[in-house]
């Protein structure tokens, strides 16, 4: 399991990234190798509003369907419209050519309820 040091991680084995006022999201490595070969994501379009542990989208592999769950509230400023045709770069490279969405957060103070890269993959072992 690859996590990097200068993200932050949920629960719900979403990588957060945050620069300035842009956060960065994507689903992590453990999820994706979990997951197996990702076949197709639904996710929302620019100006929708993202809702603290609610649904955003959704991730199918060859295994199964999983949603996609919002560490954070925000509204939607971009979209990775390159997984649409690529879904694959989500295996491939899930913390670079993956991102799925940026958004503007409500409240940047909600990223304490995240966890370090340490805290995740305590987290994941004890899964």
């Known amino acids: 399991m690859n996590t990097l040091t200068n993200l932050y991680y949920s629960k719900d084995h979403i990588w957060v990234d945050i620069q300035d006022d842009i ?6 490595d453990h999820a994706q190798s979990t997951l197996g ?7 929302p379009e620019e100006g ?3 809702t603290t542990d609610n649904p955003f989208g959704s991730i199918e592999s060859i295994k199964t369907t999983s949603e996609l769950i919002a560490p954070f509230s925000g509204k939607v400023l971009k979209v990775n419209t ?4 690529n879904p694959e ?3 491939e490279s899930p913390y670079d050519k ?3 969405l940026e958004v503007e957060a409500e409240n940047l103070d909600s990223i304490h309820n995240l966890m370090s890269a340490k805290e995740y993959e305590d987290y994941v072992q004890e899964g």
């Open 37 to 43: 070969q990702i076949v197709f994501l639904d996710f």
């Open 23 to 28: 956060v960065r999201l994507g689903v992590t």
């Open 89 to 91: 770069y989500v295996n």
């Open 48 to 50: 929708s509003v993202l």
């Open 98 to 100: 993956a991102w799925i």
């Open 82 to 85: 390159e997984l649409e045709d």
